[in-house]
Every structure is written in C-alpha cells, then in structure tokens.
Nanobody, 128 residues
Framework: QVQLVESGGGLVQAGGSLRLSCAASGRTFGRYAMGWFRQAPGKNRELREFVAGINWSGSNTRYADSVKGRFTISRDNAKNTVILQMNGLKPEDTAVYYC??????????????????WGQGTQVTVSS
C-alpha cells in the first residue's frame, strides 16, 4: 500500500504558475504509475478529470488536451515524489487536484477507476 500527500496548491492570477508535489510513502513507489486528476467546484468524485499521468520509469506521459503545452508531469523515484508543473494557468483550471497511484505501473491510464490509491487533494484557485 502507498500513502500520498499533495502540496503546492494556492491562489494565483491567470497566466501564473504553480508547482504541485505529491509525496509517497513506502518502498515500492517505483512500481506504480502516477496520475493527477482534478475535481471542479460543485462536481462529485465520479466526475474527476484526468489531467496528466506518468509510468513507472518516466518514459511515458499523457496529458488531457486541455492542459497540453501548459502542464508537465515528472517523477523522482529516489525521492518518492511526482511533480505537476502548471504554467499559463486559466480560471477554468480551478479545482481540487488529486494525486493517484496505479498498480499497473507500465502504462498510463486515464480513467478514475484504474487508480488504486489517492491523496487528500490540494486546492488550486486561479483568479481572472
């Protein structure tokens, strides 16, 4: 089992940047693919949106079309950390952002149900 803790959220103006971090416990972090999802205000858990994902080695990444070219996901297996660098933020990026771990570590899944462990989330608010 792995425990995930997100940090780095906050309030930023449109066009600004934030760097989200997800720290994972346990010795098997490298055996998980990792993903970032977001849940917009007023929407329930089932409507969490895939944002970005990365496989166990970092050799494969995937992004939602809405964030391509603006967000970058990376990981450091030695530090048990996955990062989401968010640039060019827009008001529509406002959401709670969740880090998630997938035991199918070789591929990058985009569906909510494919992920096995979740963090508690960090709020990102982008003002216009």
């Amino acid at each position: 089992q792995v425990q995930l803790v997100e940090s780095g959220g906050g309030l930023v103006q449109a066009g600004g940047s934030l760097r989200l971090s997800c720290a994972a416990s346990g010795r098997t972090f490298g055996r998980y693919a990792m993903g970032w999802f977001r849940q917009a205000p007023g929407k329930n858990r089932e409507l969490r949106e895939f944002v970005a994902g990365i496989n166990w080695s970092g050799s494969n990444t995937r992004y939602a079309d809405s964030v391509k070219g603006r967000f970058t996901i990376s990981r450091d297996n030695a530090k048990n950390t996955v990062i989401l660098q968010m640039n060019g933020l827009k008001p529509e990026d406002t959401a709670v952002y969740y880090c998630a771990a997938d035991r199918d570590y070789f591929t990058v899944d985009t569906h909510l149900s494919d992920y096995d462990y979740w963090g508690q989330g960090t709020q990102v608010t982008v003002s216009s």
